[in-house]
């Protein structure tokens, strides 16, 4: 499995794998429920991570590079 193949399912795992450690109401992060601080936080992962696959991804670089 190449890096950017492991890097894309990083946000799968952290959704799929946080959903019973995230089903809690009363801890508070920055004033939000701690189940949508997770999601919030997934999705800012999400985005993260989709990006540094599109940057390592060899199929996106030009034919300069």
């Known amino acids: 499995m190449r890096l950017h193949h492991a890097i894309g399912l990083l946000p799968f795992a952290f959704s799929l794998g946080g959903l019973a450690f995230a089903d809690r109401v009363h801890p508070f992060v920055f004033g939000l429920p701690f189940f ?12 993260a991570a989709m990006a540094c696959v599109y940057c390592l991804d ?4 030009g034919p300069d590079e």
């Open 36 to 47: 949508l601080a997770w999601t919030i936080a997934g999705a800012l992962l999400c985005a």
């Open 58 to 61: 060899p199929a996106n670089r």
